[in-house]
Nanobody
């Protein structure tokens, strides 16, 4: 049973930074970050290929967030800079064996999430 475990969330002021981690990531899978707020659909944030050579970002986070991975440590990261109140959400990592990384349906395994709260 694959169990992804997110960490690094917390409360930060607008303009601040956080780095999320996802332990037990799968080195042969593409990995992604999604976020979800109550009453809204789950939203794609960023994804990275199995070897780290290719990345994809939502327009809303491009140039502020950076996804990376360390396969030797089986860990996925999301560096979040210039945070905004609208970034407040539960952030989930997931592993995909598919090709369309922006779609949650392409992901096979999910973590439970870590809360990020950005105050204004």
């Amino acid at each position: 049973q694959v169990q992804l475990v997110e960490s690094g969330g917390g409360l930060v002021q607008a303009g601040g930074s956080l780095r999320l981690s996802c332990a037990r990531s799968l080195s042969t899978y593409a990995m992604g970050w999604f976020r979800q707020t109550p009453g809204k659909e789950r939203e794609f944030v960023a994804a990275i290929s199995y070897d780290g050579s290719s990345t994809s970002y939502a327009d809303s986070v491009k140039d502020r967030f950076t996804i990376s991975r360390d396969n030797a440590k089986n860990t996925l990261y999301l560096q979040m800079n210039s945070l905004k109140p609208e970034d407040t959400a539960v952030y989930l990592c997931a592993a995909s064996g598919g090709l369309n990384w922006r779609y949650g349906e392409e992901y096979d395994y999910w973590g439970r999430g870590t809360q990020v709260t950005v105050s204004s």
